[in-house]
């Protein structure tokens, strides 16, 4: 895939209560999930963001609950993809499963301010910040973890097989 | 080489014979767990992949224990829509009113789960299992959706983190102390997608219950599974609840570690995680003057009878502060009616406290016990992000029963020691 698009910038151990509180799970709608994305990090992030755009987190992003409510939120709201310095298990296993593309980079998160436009391209396993003539490298996805992608998600995965 | 009992679990869940950290397996299911708030997608999901029958009916659990009582009609229709799958499905696990316990108290105490299990569960605190020498782990719904449909999961076999604590715990310490301080000690993500064994003098003396509220909170410094060695504490709190066979595991001698941490368990004091993550921890002898709104007793970390004695001998003849809300949960009908019988709720109802029926509501600010702009709550529960238990501006402090209590009396963060 290629994304580009603006970059939004949190900071470490980016929670899933942060990314979508709990107050907002007596349902599993996905649009109606996604006007709470992020609502406890940035509660005006829903009206500022467009489609498209990237979401950058620092260690540990999509840590504590399980809820599978987070990735299905920030998908939803339209984000392409999320890029962070790493992410914790559950939210990494989450995001393959359910099909939302996230990226592993160090160096992104240091160079990179908020609001500055990426073109990333999980194809060359690269990020580019075009604005500084930057490029960086994206951590290469386990095989399987791409056969996931290729499959569509875990389900379908399962179905192939 | 040897083993750990990680490793060695998951291996007995496979056809290979022989398995290391990092690899990839696909490892059968012994109970797959969901609840009313992740069990809703994971059903849509087994229906989308036009599934018809569960692998077995007799190893999925569906329990409705977060927004129930149910608190909205949006929460009861998602119960609803459980009820309905459980009933065609005849899933024989399904928990729900005056049955239904804070999950992951409920399956070890009706021995749904047991020594030597592979369980998974859409709950990330699936991993107090690890207490019974079991291989626990928390997933997501879709996780849930393929286990129900295949009996089987992707795992990637993690390394093990050894955890060796020695030493007599101080008057007033308990697992949730030891395990506060190790979060303390290695972070949020110290133990990221690693196992975490818990060895030592102190561990083998470790009440159940201490070590249940430890492999709980695995997952708050990033694990993917907190687990002790079998013993005779986990012969004695199975035997009489399994209903099938089990099998205790334990590490070889020769076992690969990524890293080995000792800790004295005799220095240590009473612990205190502040706001606004697990990690953030002092003792509580240095929490300085933090006034509290309220002081919420419960949990799957510690709602369990053994956390209700200890506050209970500490609130008999005391009451809670005046601009205390106390909230006592008894974590499943069981500990309900034991705290009942042993005159525990008298003591609780007399020193001012609100007594919840059992839900998961108040810890993750659902409903029952939700905290107000500025406010602060200490609890016994297990996280304390940004808006955990209500208005993002709001604060809560983790500790055990004993600091929760002995809080709740004197109206600020405190020692049971100084009542």
Not at chain 2, 330 to 342: D, H, N, R
Request: hydrophobic fraction near 40%; include cysteine; proline fraction near 5%.
């Amino acid at each position: 895939m290629i994304a580009k698009g603006k970059v939004w910038k949190f900071g470490n151990n980016i929670d899933t209560d942060a990314i979508i509180p709990a107050r907002y799970l007596t349902t599993s709608d996905p649009q109606e999930l996604a006007c709470h994305c992020m609502e406890d990090a940035d509660p005006k992030f829903i009206t500022k963001m467009k489609t498209g755009d990237i979401i950058a987190g620092g260690e540990n992003f999509g840590c504590g609950s399980s809820r599978e409510h987070a990735p299905i939120a920030i998908k939803a709201a339209g984000i392409s993809c999320v890029i962070a310095k790493s992410f914790a298990r559950i939210f990494y296993r989450n995001a393959f499963n359910m099909g939302l593309p996230i990226f592993e980079s160090r160096e992104l998160f240091e160079a990179i301010k908020e609001g500055e436009e990426i073109i990333v391209d999980s194809v060359s396993g690269t990020i580019t910040l075009a604005s500084k003539n930057k490029t960086f490298n994206i951590n290469p996805i386990p095989p399987f973890m791409e056969q996931l992608i290729a499959d569509g998600g875990l389900m379908k995965h399962i179905a192939r097989k | 080489m040897g083993n750990t009992i990680t490793e060695k679990i998951l291996m007995a869940h496979t056809d290979l014979k022989k398995i290391t950290a990092g690899q990839l397996i696909n490892a059968k299911v012994d109970i797959a767990l969901g609840n009313d708030i992740t069990a809703p997608i994971a059903i849509k999901e087994f229906k989308k992949a036009q599934g018809k029958k569960v692998f077995d009916k007799d190893k999925i659990a569906l329990i409705l224990d977060h927004f129930t009582p149910n608190k909205d009609i949006s929460s009861a229709q998602q119960c609803k829509f459980i009820r309905k799958f459980a009933s065609e499905q005849q899933i024989t696990h399904f928990y729900e009113g005056g049955q239904v316990g804070v999950e992951h108290a409920l399956l070890p105490e009706l021995g749904i789960v047991l020594p030597g299990d592979l369980v998974i569960g859409a709950d990330s605190h699936t991993c107090t299992y690890g207490a019974l020498g079991a291989f626990a782990t928390g997933v997501g719904s879709t996780d849930l959706a393929a286990a129900m449909l295949t009996g089987e999961l992707w795992f990637k076999v993690p390394q093990s983190m050894k955890f060796v604590i020695n030493g007599k715990m101080p008057k007033w310490v308990s697992g949730k102390d030891l395990i506060l301080n190790i979060i303390g000690r290695i972070g949020v993500d110290g133990a990221l997608y690693q196992a975490m064994e818990f060895t030592g003098e102190t561990i083998s003396k470790l009440p159940m219950a201490g070590r249940l509220s430890m492999a709980n909170m695995a997952i708050e410094a990033g694990a993917k599974n907190g687990i002790f060695a079998p013993d005779a504490i986990t012969t004695q709190y199975v035997e009489n609840r399994a209903k099938r066979p089990y099998k205790f595991y334990c590490s070889d001698a020769d076992a690969v570690y990524s890293d080995t941490i000792e800790i004295d368990a005799s220095k240590l004091e009473p612990q205190v995680a502040f706001p606004h993550l697990p990690s953030n921890v002092k003792g509580v002898s240095k929490a300085g003057n933090v006034k509290i709104d309220q002081s919420l007793i419960g949990s799957c970390t510690n709602g369990r009878i053994e956390d209700l004695r200890i506050a209970a001998q500490i609130l008999k003849n005391h009451k809670a502060a005046s601009h205390v809300r106390l909230i006592v949960v008894p974590a499943t009908p069981f500990i309900y009616k034991q705290a009942l019988q042993e005159g525990l709720l008298e003591i609780f109802l007399n020193a001012g406290a609100v007594i919840s029926p059992p839900s998961c509501g108040a810890c993750l600010g659902g409903h029952l016990g939700i905290l107000a702009e500025g406010e602060r709550a200490i609890a016994t529960t297990n996280r304390n992000f940004v808006g955990r238990m209500g208005h993002p501006k709001s604060e809560v402090y983790l500790a055990s029963p004993a600091v929760a209590a002995a809080s709740a009396v004197l109206g600020r963060i405190a020692s049971p020691a100084e009542l």
